[in-house]
């Protein structure tokens, strides 16, 4: 198992931008497929965005697409979540989750973070 740490969180307000961060401890992300994934109070783990083990292919809920951008440095054994024009219902606990498979995906990553808040107020 990969342990996974995500760092960049914080309170902002609306239209400011954050940049997530997923590392991972001891252990080479390069051929695993990270995820995004937000959890609200009160609400499910819902999917945010995907990218796959050479950062060639990405996916993103329709919420955040044109906002969000997830990219990778396999180098640095790093992804990123760069957040702009933040809204209040982008508040959340935000994890990062990885899997073998290298595909991206929106369901069934085997590694979890511990997440990171992000709280967005106007």
């Known amino acids: 198992q990969v342990r996974l740490v995500e760092s960049g969180g914080g309170a902002v307000q609306v239209g400011d931008s954050l940049r997530l961060s997923c590392a991972a401890a001891?252990?080479?992300?390069?051929?695993?497929?990270i995820g995004w994934f937000r959890q609200a109070p009160g609400k499910e783990r819902d999917f945010v965005a995907s990218?796959?083990?050479?950062?060639?292919?990405?996916d993103y809920t329709d919420s955040v697409k044109g906002r969000f951008t997830i990219s990778r440095d396999n180098a640095k054994n790093t992804v990123w979540l760069l957040m702009t024009d933040l809204r209040p219902e982008d508040t959340a606990v935000y994890y990062c989750?990885?899997?073998?498979?290298?595909?991206?995906?929106?369901?069934?990553?085997?590694?979890w973070g511990q997440g990171t808040q992000v709280t967005v107020s106007s």
């Open positions: 001891g252990q080479t992300l390069s051929s695993y497929a």
């Open positions: 989750a990885a899997d073998p498979s290298g595909y991206t995906k929106t369901y069934e990553y085997r590694d």
């Open positions: 990218i796959n083990w050479d950062g060639s292919n990405t």
